[in-house]
């Protein structure tokens, strides 16, 4: 039984391919099997390489529309930042609307404080 829902690797496409081109030089090739037969062979490789360039122009336009989001996101990200830098000038870093837009308020951060040092006894 064949597991389908794995890819083949490139090794052994290479080598159906190169068996697929040796079997063309073979003027008297002839059978009984519709499966192996050089029309269904030519049906099947042209079937190939039509999917594989459709899953190349495909992830290519995926790869395209990633680096879009990308770009989009990093744009929105940097926008809101500097909204928030302008909220924070124009009204105060302890203001309601700074803490709003998602800024903590001065008021509101906890102040460092030092660690006690223990002394360990032995």
């Known amino acids: 039984m064949q597991n389908t829902n794995r ?3 490139l090794p052994i496409i290479d080598q159906d391919i190169n068996s ?4 063309q030089t073979i003027t008297d090739y002839q059978t009984s099997r519709d499966d192996a037969s050089t029309s269904k062979l030519e049906e099947s490789y042209q079937a190939m390489l039509n999917a594989q360039k459709a899953e190349v122009e495909k992830q290519t336009l995926y790869r395209a ?22 909220v924070r000038g124009q ?5 309601d609307q700074a803490q709003a837009v998602g800024l ?6 906890k ?12």
């Open 20 to 23: 697929f081109h040796g079997l």
């Open 7 to 9: 890819r083949l690797t």
């Open 65 to 86: 529309a990633s680096d879009a989001a990308r770009l989009a996101e990093w744009e929105f990200h940097n926008t809101v930042l500097a909204m928030k830098e302008v």
């Open 104 to 109: 903590k308020k001065k008021s509101e951060r």
């Open 91 to 95: 009204y105060g870093s302890d203001s």
């Open 111 to 122: 102040r460092p404080s030092r660690k006690k040092l223990v002394e360990v006894t032995s």
